[in-house]
Every structure is written in structure tokens, then in C-alpha cells.
């Protein structure tokens, strides 16, 4: 069959996936080959405008070219143009030559892909792969979806595993796949009647495990891409993306407290859940200075003993992470994906600005206390 004519509507017709003799170029494919040759061209255009009047001054027979001269060609600009002996030695065009063949197999090389994602398979291996996710095995079509798609840049042999792999349940296929027909318009075929209800049926199941799909699943609720917007779905998927340690959920999580969206006002959560935030991310970055605002806005509606407690939650949890017994999603100060020397600093940076905060709100909540039972007294 071909290989775009892949469909899931029937589930009981069974999997059958593309074979080796049925593959056709995609669209990517033939443009990058197309890219390439244009370079070649263009690029032989200008080596033959820039070299040919050098070899022609080498002919024997046109030593001076009939009256070729340095100054007479544009590459020679930079030379003294009161000089009118003819081109007569090697040295000058190959100052051109050489840079200029070294740019064209650099540019040669950038018009190809370049795979280094480490997600290349063999035949053997794609043969393999390929039985097993015929056979059931979510995690292999899945691992196909990521030779075609990041290993070969082609995303029409791509599809049919993707679809593959969320047929199986496979959670990040689902949420890849959801997005896809949400924002890119894929055909929902398959998955639903139509693309709204695709979608949701995807992230429904993707979010009994997926954080990040939780947080798709509220927004899309939030917006109202199923109908109306529907604010205590979104704040219910976003507290269970949160239980899922989703950081993006956390801080979706702590709005719709302190605002009271979907439900109860609740500032000791709001304040609970932008703390975790917080205490991930390096109070300097854009990102970590908006969640100190926003948690600094929430502690002055906070008693002391309220603070105490949520500080007492938080620290808590902090542990759990330190000691590696629970994870993040994403990780804490980019760790693993910035200099190691950043994200330390991101760290110390962090516990100083949670310190001079406890401190702060100790102190003034103190004051306050001692103004309150001063009053009486006064009067």
C-alpha cells in the first residue's frame, strides 16, 4: 500500500505497516535534493565567473588575454590597480580558489541532514521493530516514529508509527499525536469522529500517566477548544498534572487558587504551589523572577502559622527530590542540560532568596502581631 494511505479506522482490520519497495521520496526529501543541486549550480555559476578569466590568462596562445589586466576583473579589487602587467603567476586566483572550494563543501554539507540524535537502525533492527509493532509492542513503533521522524527528517514514513505507537497506548504518542492534529490539523482518523474529540480521547488516556498531558488537556478545556471553555476541568487536570510534579501544572495550578478560577480561593495552595516553583528555578531567569512575584503577592494575604506550614510542605517535598525519591518534570535549575557551574549558582541563588523571604515574612508578620496587641493597651 502506500505509504501515506495509512489508517487506524478500522481496528480489528489489524496493522499492516509500509513496506521497503512501497517507500516513496517525501516532500522534504525531494526539497533538500532540490536545495542541493540549486547549490551546486549557483555555486558553479560563480566559480566559473570568478576562475575562467585566470585559466584564460594561462593559455599560452592569450598569455595577455587581449589586454585582461588585475584591474579589469572585480575580484581584483583589492589590488593596486596602477599595475598593468598581466595575471602571470598562481599565486593570486588560488587565494580565491582555495577559501571559496572550502565554503562550497561546507555548504554541500549543511544541504544534507545531519543525524545526530543517535536514533539511526539498521535494517535488521528496522525489520525487527517493525514485526514487533505489528505484533503489540507499543515501545517499538515508537522507536520507529523516532528513526523516520528525528534519524531520516521524514515525516510521512513517520506518521504511521506514530499512530502505531498511540493505537498501543503509548502515552507520549498520544500527547504528540493530540497536538499534531490540534495545532498542525492531522487527520484525527481513527482516534475520533472528528478533531476535538480525537484529541480528547487522546489526552484523556495520556494524562492517567502524563504530566505534560495534563497540562495540554487543561489548557485545551481552559480555551475552550471543545465547545465552551470550561474552567473546572482545566483546574482539575491541572491539579493532577501537579500531582504528576508537571512544573507547568504548578504554576497554572497556583493561578486558579489565587484567583479562585474553576473553584474555592485558596491562597495557602496557591502559595504552596508557586513555592514549588520556586524552589526549581533560578530566581535571576525570567521565568523565576515572575513566580517570586507572584509568590511574594500571595504571602502578605498569609498569617505566620499558615506561611510555617506551607514552608514545613515545602521543604518537605524539596527533601523527597534532593534524595532522589520523586522527580521533576522539567528538571530542577536545568540540570543536565546547562554548565554545571550555572545551575550550582542557580541553586545558591535559590536558598538565598528562600532564606531573606522567610526572614522577610518572620519579621514582618512579627510586627504585626506586636502592633495588634499593642492596640489595646493604647486605647
Known amino acids: ?129 517493525s514485526r514487533k509493532a505489528t505484533e503489540g509492542d507499543a515501545a517499538a513503533a515508537w522507536r520507529l516514529y523516532h528513526y523516520y521522524s528525528l534519524e531520516l527528517h521524514d515525516a510521512s514514513a513517520a506518521d504511521p508509527w506514530l499512530r502505531r505507537a498511540a493505537e498501543l497506548k503509548h502515552p507520549q504518542a498520544q500527547r504528540l499525536l493530540a497536538y ?73 495550578l497556583s493561578h486558579y487558587y489565587r484567583q479562585g478560577i474553576g473553584g474555592p480561593r485558596d491562597d495557602a495552595e496557591a502559595y504552596y504551589w508557586i513555592g514549588l516553583e520556586t524552589r526549581c528555578a533560578d530566581p535571576r531567569s525570567v521565568s523565576g523572577q515572575e513566580s517570586w512575584q507572584a509568590r511574594e503577592e500571595i504571602a502578605s494575604h498569609l498569617s505566620l502559622p499558615v506561611l510555617e506550614r506551607e514552608w514545613s510542605r515545602i521543604d518537605a517535598f524539596v527533601r523527597e527530590v534532593t534524595a532522589r525519591k520523586l522527580s521533576v518534570d522539567f528538571a530542577p535549575f536545568l540540570s543536565g542540560m546547562i554548565d554545571p557551574k550555572l545551575e550550582a549558582e542557580g541553586r545558591k541563588f535559590s536558598q538565598q532568596r528562600e532564606d531573606d523571604h522567610r526572614r522577610k515574612w518572620t519579621a514582618t508578620n512579627a510586627q504585626k502581631s506586636d502592633g495588634a496587641d499593642a492596640s489595646p493597651a493604647g486605647s
Open 1 to 129: 500500500m502506500a505509504l501515506r494511505t495509512f489508517s487506524l479506522a478500522n481496528r480489528f482490520s489489524g496493522f499492516s505497516p509500509p513496506t521497503a519497495s512501497a517507500r516513496v521520496p517525501s516532500a522534504s526529501q525531494i526539497a533538500n535534493h532540490v536545495s542541493a543541486i540549486g547549490y551546486w549550480l549557483c555555486s558553479g555559476a560563480v566559480w566559473t565567473y570568478s576562475y575562467f578569466p585566470y585559466v584564460r590568462s594561462y593559455c599560452p596562445k592569450n598569455r595577455v588575454d587581449e589586454g585582461l589586466l588585475r584591474r579589469d576583473h572585480p575580484l581584483m579589487a583589492c589590488y593596486d590597480t596602477s599595475d598593468t602587467k598581466p595575471i602571470t603567476d598562481w599565486a593570486s586566483p588560488m587565494r580565491f580558489v582555495i577559501p571559496f572550494l572550502l565554503l562550497l563543501l561546507a555548504g554541500c554539507q549543511a544541504a544534507l541532514p545531519v543525524h545526530t540524535r543517535g536514533m539511526n537502525l539498521s535494517e535488521a533492527e528496522r525489520t525487527q521493530l
Open 180 to 252: 499534531l492534529i490540534k495545532d498542525y490539523k492531522r487527520s484525527p482518523d481513527g482516534f475520533g469522529a472528528n478533531a476535538p474529540a480525537a484529541v480528547r480521547g487522546l489526552l484523556e488516556q495520556s494524562a492517567q500517566t502524563e504530566g505534560d498531558a495534563c497540562y495540554e488537556l487543561a489548557s485545551a478545556y481552559a480555551e475552550g477548544y471543545f465547545g465552551t471553555p470550561n474552567p473546572s476541568k482545566a483546574r482539575a487536570y491541572f491539579q493532577q498534572g501537579a500531582g504528576f510534579h508537571n512544573r507547568m501544572c504548578w504554576k497554572e
